[in-house]
C-alpha cells in the first residue's frame, strides 16, 4: 500500500494567489480528515470527510479556506486568495474505522505564502 | 482550557533509560487515546492506542490510561537515539471521530 500520497511536498506563492493542495487517501479507507500544523497551534483540524461528505468543518479558518472530496480517491484544499498567516504545514490522513484505530497521515505539504 | 494538554519538554534522557511521557485531557466522554512519534520535518506517525484502563505493552513501549483521572501517560524503556523525536497525545471523544491533539514532548536521547 502506498499509504496516503499529498502533493505538492513543497509550495511556495505570493500572497494573495490560489494554492490547491491535493490528497489522495489509502484505499478503502472511508475517513479523510485534513490538519495544519504550525509551532504556535499545534496540530488543528481543519475538516473531515465521511464517505466523500463534509461532516465538521468548523476548523476552517476562513472563507478564503474549501475543501472538496469528489470521489473516494482524491480530495482538495484550495485557498483563495492565500496570506502569509496561512504558512504551515498541512497534512492529510485516512482511516477506515473512523479514529478508533488511529490515522494514517501523508507526508504533509509545507505551505508559505510571502 | 485547552482539550489535551502534554508537558512540552524538551525531556532530555540517557540512553537506555526510561522516559515517560504524560498527558491529560478534559473531557470525560473520551474514550480511545492515541500516541503519535513525529521526527523533525516528518509526519505523525501511530505507535501505540489504548481504549482501556490499565497497562498496554508493545516492545519497549508502554501505555497506561487511568479514566477516573482522565490520564493517559506512555513509558520509553531503554531509550534509544533513535527515539528521539516529538510524541503526540491524541484523544478522541464518544461519537466522534475527530482526534484532539496535544501540543507534543519532545524527547531527546543522549548517547
Known amino acids: 500500500d502506498a499509504g496516503v500520497i499529498q502533493s505538492p511536498r513543497h509550495e511556495v506563492t505570493e500572497m494573495g494567489q490560489e494554492v490547491t493542495l491535493r490528497c489522495k487517501p489509502i484505499s478503502g479507507h472511508d475517513y479523510l480528515f485534513w490538519y495544519r500544523q504550525t509551532m504556535m497551534r499545534g496540530l488543528e483540524l481543519l475538516i473531515y470527510f465521511n464517505n466523500n461528505v463534509p461532516i465538521d468543518d468548523s476548523g476552517m479558518p476562513e472563507d478564503r479556506f474549501s475543501a472538496k472530496m469528489p470521489n473516494a480517491s482524491f480530495s482538495t484544499l484550495k485557498i483563495q486568495p492565500s496570506e502569509p498567516r496561512d504558512s504551515a504545514v498541512y497534512f492529510c490522513?485516512?482511516?477506515?474505522?473512523?479514529?478508533?484505530?488511529?490515522?494514517?497521515f501523508g507526508s504533509g505539504t509545507r505551505l508559505t505564502v510571502v | 482550557q485547552k482539550e489535551v494538554e502534554q508537558n512540552s519538554g524538551p525531556l532530555s534522557v540517557p540512553e537506555g533509560a526510561i522516559a515517560s511521557l504524560n498527558c491529560t485531557y478534559s473531557?470525560?466522554?473520551?474514550?480511545?487515546f492515541f500516541w503519535y512519534r513525529q521526527y523533525s520535518g516528518k509526519s505523525p506517525e501511530l505507535i501505540m492506542f489504548?481504549?482501556?484502563?490499565g497497562d498496554k505493552e508493545d516492545g519497549r513501549f508502554t501505555a497506561q490510561l487511568n479514566k477516573a483521572s482522565q490520564y493517559v501517560s506512555l513509558l520509553i524503556r531503554d531509550s534509544q537515539p533513535s527515539d528521539s523525536a516529538t510524541y503526540l497525545c491524541?484523544?478522541?471523544?464518544?461519537?466522534?471521530?475527530?482526534?484532539?491533539f496535544g501540543a507534543g514532548t519532545t524527547v531527546t536521547v543522549r548517547a
Open positions: 491524541a484523544v478522541n471523544t464518544l461519537g466522534d471521530y475527530k482526534l484532539s
Open positions: 489504548i481504549y482501556s484502563n
Open positions: 490522513a485516512s482511516s477506515g474505522q473512523g479514529s478508533n484505530y488511529g490515522y494514517t
Open positions: 473531557d470525560r466522554g473520551s474514550q480511545s
